[in-house]
């Protein structure tokens, strides 16, 4: 049985540019303590061998402080632990990948092509990105032989991709005769998928950046059986989430609603809170004010509109007053959820009707 931990796109020394100044250095702070929480789980869990698929870094300006502690956590796994760089920290001469500064239980993969390593419970291969871009498959041609090991890959690509990022059709995983795929380079966790007898996965990111990287990031805990039988769990890593909320300020208190909808969850996330509903005018600075005491860091988007009588044209001899008469009809025959359907419907028919874009 072979135990690895898959981990991919740490984007270490990450901008966060959405952040305050202050904010984002703590964030990059934070990154690097997630270096020992990875080499935590790989001595706690006793992992065999550590893949990690590409964009460890999140450009070739890497801190000091960030080198010294990827280089010293990344030695305390008694494990060897694999890097195929991606496109963001794709390898060259400059590279943080070419510095004497790795420990001897880490390999890394320096070449596009297919390169194999004999390990004693695994026939390992890596391919690595050498330029910010790549055009084929990291994929395309290769077939692993038949073996009595587990045969696995590590590489930065992107599956039914198009783009210049390593696009690899199913059919190439497919063909690859490989046991396991470790990937990286798309920031959701796929969940392990496979294609013919080949089993594969993107752990996702481990932290998140955005409000375009929602939830629990971490990495992969993948087990090869006797059998070559695969299963893989995420394990949850990251210090901070990213978290969208709606709060509908429709006949409520706007401070109190706010605060009542960032009561649940954790303080120490990143939340974006999307205003909805009606209002006759929201106080941006103040709602920001109240909301800031909920989380680590918080912003409000306002996507309110303006409260609507939803009756006062009934009495036209339009369209729109033949729609309002026959609805208003319509619900006071009506009863419980039906009505409130139908009440629904009325604020939907009065944006068709007066060529409204917003949706109520």
């Given amino acids: 049985m072979l135990h690895i931990l898959h981990a991919a796109d740490l984007h270490l020394d990450a901008p966060f540019a959405a952040l305050t100044a202050e904010q984002a250095r703590q964030r990059r702070a934070e990154q690097r303590l997630l270096l020992d929480k990875l080499a935590d789980a790989a001595l706690e869990r006793g992992a065999d061998l550590v893949l990690l698929a590409g964009d460890l870094l999140d450009s070739s300006q890497t801190y000091r402080e960030t080198a010294q502690a990827l280089a010293a956590a990344l030695g305390r796994i008694p494990a060897p632990v694999v890097i195929a760089p991606g496109n963001h920290d794709f390898y060259g001469a400059g590279s943080l990948y070419a510095a004497p500064i790795w420990p001897k239980n880490v390999l890394i993969f320096r070449e596009g092509g297919v390169q194999r390593v004999e390990l004693p419970q695994v026939t390992l291969y890596g391919s690595a990105f050498t330029g910010p871009f790549r055009d084929a498959s990291p994929l395309a041609g290769f ?24 696009p690899t059709p199913r059919t190439d995983i497919a063909r690859s ?13 796929s969940g392990l998928q ?35 039988a695969v299963t893989a769990e995420l394990l949850p890593l990251c210090r901070r989430r990213y978290e969208r909320i709606e709060c509908d300020l429709t006949g409520k208190d706007p401070r109190q609603a706010v605060a009542d909808a960032l009561t649940r969850g954790d303080r120490e996330d990143v939340c974006r809170l999307v205003l909805t509903g009606e209002s006759e005018g929201v106080d941006l600075p103040a709602l920001l004010q109240t909301a800031a005491p909920y989380r680590w860091a918080v912003t409000v988007r306002d996507h309110t509109r303006i409260p609507q009588d939803l009756w006062g044209r009934e009495a036209e001899d339009s369209l729109t007053g033949l ?16 009505r409130a359907i139908l009440e629904k419907a009325v604020r939907f028919g009065l944006t068709a009707l007066e060529n409204g874009e917003d949706t109520p």
Wanted: charged share 30%; aromatic share 10%; with cysteine.
């Fill in 194 to 228: 496979r294609e013919g007898n080949t089993y594969w996965a993107y752990p996702g990111c481990t932290e998140g950046r955005g409000f375009d990287e929602l939830g629990d990031k971490g990495a992969l805990w993948v087990t090869i059986g006797d059998d070559d």
């Fill in 323 to 338: 729609f309002l008469r026959d609805m208003r009809r319509r619900i006071d025959a009506a009863d419980g959820e039906e």
């Fill in 177 to 189: 005769g490989l046991t396991y795929l470790a990937l990286g380079h798309i920031h959701a966790c």
């Fill in 143 to 166: 077939q692993a032989p038949t073996g009595d090991k587990p045969s696995v890959m590590v590489c930065h690509a992107d599956v039914d991709g198009t783009g210049r990022y390593g």
